[in-house]
């Protein structure tokens, strides 16, 4: 009998760990997010120039543009190949 109230409790504490919490749960699922935007783009050079009605930046590849994009939450479009005319440096991450 002892023994199954034992186990009640601890049942209690994991469900709770699991379901319990929801701030800390809602931390835990930004920081999921955040990193899924930063994809391991590699050492791949094929650089593009993108850009929305503000601004033009130059990327090390299309990679480099969408964790761009969905870190800063934009959503810059390829303009053309290679980099943007008048410098400015290519974002390599
Ligand atoms: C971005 O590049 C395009 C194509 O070269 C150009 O037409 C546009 O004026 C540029 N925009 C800015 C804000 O520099």
Redesign the pocket.
């Known amino acids: 009998m002892k023994v199954y109230f034992i186990l009640l409790i601890v049942l209690v504490t994991i469900l709770s760990a699991i379901y319990g919490a929801p701030s800390k749960g809602s931390t835990k699922a930004s920081l999921i997010k955040k990193k899924s935007c930063a994809k391991d783009c590699g050492e791949v050079y094929k650089p593009i120039?993108a850009?929305d009605?503000?601004?033009?930046i130059s990327f090390g590849s299309e990679c480099v543009l969408s964790n761009y994009n969905c870190e800063n939450q934009k959503d810059l479009k390829v303009?053309?190949e290679g980099e943007?005319?008048g410098g400015g440096g290519v974002r390599l991450a």
């Open positions: 120039c850009g009605a503000n601004k033009n303009i053309s943007c005319p």
